[in-house]
């Protein structure tokens, strides 16, 4: 059973470009990205979450 992602893929490509491996994601798909590399991903998304919860206080 394929698990659904959390994030959009506008969302995920925006962060990998930011975080700079956006190539890697182009040449190998999201499969070819160092676990770091995801784990970064996942923290700047719950840093944008935040941002956007505090905004809205």
């Given at each position: 059973?394929?698990?659904k992602g959390v994030m959009s893929?506008?969302?995920k490509e925006e962060?990998?470009?930011d975080l700079g491996?956006?190539?890697v994601v182009q040449k190998e798909g999201w499969g070819?990205?160092?676990s770091r590399d995801a784990g970064?991903?996942?923290k700047?998304?719950?840093e944008m979450a935040s941002r956007q919860v505090e905004e809205k206080k």
């Open positions: 059973m394929a698990r893929d506008p969302l962060i990998a470009k491996f956006y190539d070819g990205i160092r970064n991903m996942v700047r998304a719950i």
